[in-house]
């Protein structure tokens, strides 16, 4: 759902990554469910998507 979003949004993960101040790596590592991030990250995430959160 996360990869869906931002594909939805025509951006890279590293450009998701520069708008939430995360590294790429974490993104690619949320989005694949390998780790769950914290809320307080997760609201980074989606308001970086223009999501409130």
């Not at 520069?18 to 307080?40: Q, S, V």
Request: glycine share 2%.
């Amino acid at each position: 759902m996360l990869r869906e979003a931002h594909e939805m949004q025509a951006i890279s993960a590293a450009e998701l990554a520069r708008r939430a101040d995360m590294r790429t790596a974490d993104i690619l590592e949320f989005e694949a469910a390998r780790i769950i991030p914290a809320r307080d990250q997760f609201a980074v995430y989606m308001r970086a998507l223009g999501f409130e959160a």
